[in-house]
């Protein structure tokens, strides 16, 4: 069975509904694509108020758009006004590629969607302890900060982070005083926008030639000794 399908993966995969939510309903423009399935694939893509949206993975699947590696995006540069990643970079074989590829394909001021496992939460205790075996398929955690700094070399600006799946519920008083602490939230969601360079106009590195007289000129006079 499909690790999703259990209480936990049904916990996570409705807190990150909620969290993703409002990011993708603040996507301006007609195409989003997501790279990489991550349970039902219209489970996210759905919220977004594109006109166009289309699901990428490397296994076909109902609602998978077309089949690709992550790395090797058969899409157009500067095409996508939006790029959602859930856990993607996390299972890829390539990840720093994926993400490059992500911004060859986003058009200037495209939004780069990320959602990323804690690797100091509860979830990356208990990957440690099963020895990288769960989450199934996941190869490596990355914790925010270097997801931001990879993003900062590859022409993003993060505007805003978001974290979610608390190690304990709000109705729980321990919650309160464990929210400070590092590994509290098993997941985080990371929107970055793609920099928009202004072109700015070559001087001129010539001027107009000065006019030169087309008349001979006179003879000077000189005077008589």
Not at 76 to 99: F, K
Not at 135 to 159: A, G, I, K
């Amino acid at each position: 069975m499909d690790w999703l399908e259990t209480p936990t993966g049904q916990r996570l995969r409705a807190a990150e509904q909620a969290v993703v939510a409002e990011p993708l309903r603040r996507v301006f423009g007609s195409q989003l694509l997501q790279v990489g399935a991550w349970g039902a694939p219209d489970a996210f893509i759905g919220l977004a108020g594109t006109v166009r949206r289309a699901v990428c993975s490397d296994i076909a699947a109902p609602g998978v758009s077309f089949i690709a590696e992550d790395w090797q995006l058969p899409v157009a540069s500067h095409s996508v006004d939006a790029v959602l990643l859930p856990h993607t970079h996390e299972r890829s074989s390539e990840p720093h590629q994926l993400l490059r590829e992500c911004e060859r394909v986003l058009t200037g001021g495209g939004r780069l969607i990320v959602m990323g496992f804690n690797p100091w939460s509860v979830l990356g205790v208990r990957r440690l302890l099963t020895r990288g075996a769960w989450p199934p398929q996941v190869h490596q955690l990355y914790s925010e900060r270097r997801l931001r700094d990879w993003l900062s070399l590859l022409n993003f600006d993060v505007t805003s982070v978001s974290r979610y799946f608390p190690a304990f519920s709000e109705a729980d008083g321990r919650g309160h005083h464990a929210r400070g602490l590092p590994g509290y939230y098993g997941g985080y969601l990371l929107v970055a926008v793609k920099r928009v360079h202004a072109v700015t106009p070559l001087r001129r590195l010539w001027r107009r030639p000065e006019r030169v007289p087309t008349g001979l000129a006179e003879p000077t006079r000189r005077n008589p000794l």
